[in-house]
Every structure is written in C-alpha cells, then in structure tokens.
C-alpha cells in the first residue's frame, strides 16, 4: 500500500479561464511539481503551460482580481523564503 495520498480536485464552479488565474514563472522549471504541491495545500491548482509558466487558479475565487493576486503573491513569498526559488508573477 502507498502510504503517500494525494488529492484529486473537481471545479464545479465557474470554468477556469485566464481571467481566472496567476500567471507565474519559476526560475527554476525542475521545481514545478513542488510549487503544484505547495498550492494544492493552500486550495490552489497550479496548471503547466508549453512555455514552461505555470497557472494559478484558487479553488475558492475572491470578487475581486486584485484580492486574488495578492493572495497569490503572499504564498509566493512565503514559498521562496522557506526554500523554494524565485518566481515571478507576469499577468
């Protein structure tokens, strides 16, 4: 038996759309399945795109874009400080 779970999320809600989302880009693209790791426990999806960026969706969505944003950016600080690697927010 595997004694690592992980978990498997179904959105319900509003389709996922860029609008949606938090563009980020690692310095380090290795990292990528940490920092997915990393949001699904803060109830984010963390979705690779082909130019190596990742896409940030919250599972509980704020009104407002900028509320979300800076939610995001507070779990990237947070995720650099404790041993993660730069990332950079682009949209």
Known sequence: MNSRSERCYIVI??????ASSVRIRLSDPSRASDLRAYF?????LAIDNED???DVHLLKPFSDREDERALV????RVWERTGGVPVELLE
């Open 40 to 44: 699904r426990r803060h109830n984010a």
């Open 73 to 76: 950016r507070s779990y990237l």
């Open 52 to 54: 190596g960026t990742l």
């Open 13 to 18: 809600s509003a389709p996922m759309t860029a």
